[in-house]
């Protein structure tokens, strides 16, 4: 089993920025590739970015990318953050992080492949 715990949610301005942590513990002893997701009430979970197992490779959906980064803090991805800049209104929502050991990264944008999830932090983001 692997836990996932995030934070670094709150409330902020449109234009201004957050920085959210995701950190991995339990069975950490192989990379996963871990991916962010969002949702917002009443929509479908929305994938936003993911970082592949060996930190090569990262992906960002259209609505994000140029205003948010994925980064991992080692080679295991235990400690994997989302900066996300130029914030609006319509970023509001529940955000999760997400874990798999599958290493296809062909479906990373599929919410479907990930195993583990966090219990998700509540980003809300004021006109």
């Known amino acids: 089993q692997v836990q996932l715990v995030e934070s670094g949610g709150g409330l902020v301005q449109a234009g201004g920025s957050l920085s959210l942590s995701c950190v991995a513990s339990?069975?950490?002893?192989?990379?996963?590739?871990m991916g962010w997701f969002r949702q917002a009430p009443g929509k479908e979970r929305e994938f936003l970015s993911a970082i592949s197992h060996d930190g090569r490779t990262v992906y960002y959906a259209d609505s994000v990318r140029g205003r948010f980064t994925i980064s991992s803090a080692n080679t295991k991805n235990t400690v994997v953050r989302l900066q996300m800049n130029i914030l609006k209104p319509e970023d509001s929502a529940v955000y999760y992080c997400a874990a798999t050991l599958t290493r296809s990264l062909a479906g990373v944008r599929n919410a479907l492949i990930y195993d583990y999830w966090g219990q998700g932090t509540q980003v809300t983001v004021s006109s």
């Open positions: 339990g069975r950490t002893f192989s990379p996963y590739t």
